[in-house]
């Protein structure tokens, strides 16, 4: 076998192939608020571009308040990433869909027993 460095070209070859595996992992490593955040932030960020190049300075104002929004969809998806590293993507999941029902279930609660 050739040798690269002092080490033949398999192992080599084998040791990136564990580095460059990881977009696998990745998919079993999605959340849904990190869905979710990154929606958030992809329709605030379209939004906010879309009011800021109107002409009106009301509507470039509202894309300036509008950006504020970013900053819970960032610290959301942070505290996320932490709990998926610690606990892991599937009982992350599982609370994230029990706090996604019972906030349906308020708001829908809220609206008609007003």
Do not use: C, H
């Not at 040791?15 to 955040?37: A, E, H």
């Not at 929606?39 to 002409?55: C, D, N, P, R």
Request: avoid cysteine; glycine fraction near 10%.
């Amino acid at each position: 076998m050739k040798e690269l460095n002092g080490r033949n070209i398999k192992t080599v070859g084998i040791k990136m192939g564990i580095f460059m595996s990881g977009g696998i992992r990745f998919r079993t490593k999605i959340s849904l608020f990190l869905v979710l955040g990154i929606g958030w932030m992809v329709f605030v960020l379209y939004q906010s571009a879309e009011l800021f190049l109107s002409g009106r300075e009301k509507s470039k104002l509202t894309a300036l308040y509008g950006l504020w929004l970013l900053v819970p969809a960032v610290l959301i998806i942070v505290v996320d990433r932490f709990a998926v590293g610690k606990f892991g993507a599937k009982k992350v999941n599982e609370v994230q869909f029990f706090i996604l029902v019972a906030a349906v279930i308020i708001s829908v609660f809220n609206r008609y027993l007003r």
